[in-house]
């Protein structure tokens, strides 16, 4: 059986969790508690040198990290992975967008304001620069969501599971989703997929 | 014909570049020049709402952005994807941590001084932070080179590409590799390759 390495609020590993519900795979969750320094012990070190969460153990393989190297292996060949190479294209765009635009900079500041708890004030100039790049973010998923029901192709696949991840929960970090009503809408087609769960759900 | 939107000093365009030429797939390239704005013309804006290159036109289908997209797309069922879905995983590990902990601190820092002239003293502690970060990302991949000759794998793949693009131009961005022989070790497996050729080559 999968173990995965996880910490319950991480929008990162609800990735993974999002995936193995909806794919209906058994695992076994490993709380990692990366606020006590869990995910720098020389024995998480062994699974992950990069000190991250998540982590996929495989039985009789190794490890695997990085939330979209996790949901790729476990997802490919399913629903969620686009059958035409077009498509697929499509969401490993999206995935990589997430990754450079959405989780470094909506991720980042709701982990710093939600999960340490930092003030406005201490954050500064670095917080106002995450809040700028984050609404751009946002700017194009709207602008992109306008001719589109899911984000690869029509149909829902791991691009629209990484992009929701964080941007579901960007009022966490005090952004304000009003002003998107095709990306609510589009939040809102997400979960009402089956086997769908709510973040921080073992 | 596929045709390549591209800036030839971009480290990004060239994991392209070199998958285009280690596969042999004929393409036009369509140089973008990027300091003078032309990758935020409404025209190019149309081809990638981000505006960002490379960007990879699809006769038929559309544009594809996102480096890691592209050469996923031009290299699927090819030697340059690992057959086994352990081993892709790991690939796709390998690509996450470039884009996450390499590029925007390695590339960036070259694109800050090497193409955009900026001073130390004018970037500052902005300057410090990223090199700090892409000195943490060098000795990861130090480590992790003590144990392979490639990245995913015992084989030559795109997670090869993806690291060395910006890896081996390290230096332009003033990092120094000579502490890390296993990077350079592994920098002159990917330069050996098979019609490997160097970056600014259309």
């Known amino acids: 059986m999968y173990r995965l390495y996880d910490y319950l609020p991480s929008g990162n590993g609800y990735k993974a969790r999002l995936v193995l519900k909806h794919l209906q795979i058994p695992y076994e969750l490993v709380p990692v508690d990366i606020k006590a320094g869990e995910s720098r012990t020389p024995e998480f070190l062994d699974k992950n040198p990069n000190g991250r969460i998540p982590v996929l153990e495989v039985p009789g393989k190794g490890f695997v990290a990085e939330s979209h190297a ?25 995935m990589c967008f997430e990754q450079y635009h959405i989780e470094p900079n909506i991720g980042t500041v709701r982990f710093w304001l ?39 192709g029509e149909r829902y696949s791991l691009a629209d599971i990484a992009v929701f991840a964080y941007t579901h929960i960007a009022h966490e970090g005090g952004f304000d989703l009003a002003p998107y009503p095709r990306v609510r809408a589009w939040c809102d087609r997400v979960c009402s997929q089956p086997r769908w769960r709510p973040i921080s759900e073992a």
Chains 1, 2 share one sequence.
């Open 70 to 94: 996790i949901i790729a292996f476990l997802a490919e060949g399913s629903d969620l992975f686009p059958a035409e190479a077009f498509d697929r294209a499509r969401m490993w765009q999206w």
């Open 114 to 152: 939600a999960s340490l708890g930092k003030t406005r004030a201490e954050l500064g100039d670095k917080l106002i620069e995450k809040k700028k790049s984050g609404y751009a973010a946002l700017d194009l998923l709207e602008h992109e969501l306008r001719e589109r029901t899911y984000l690869a």
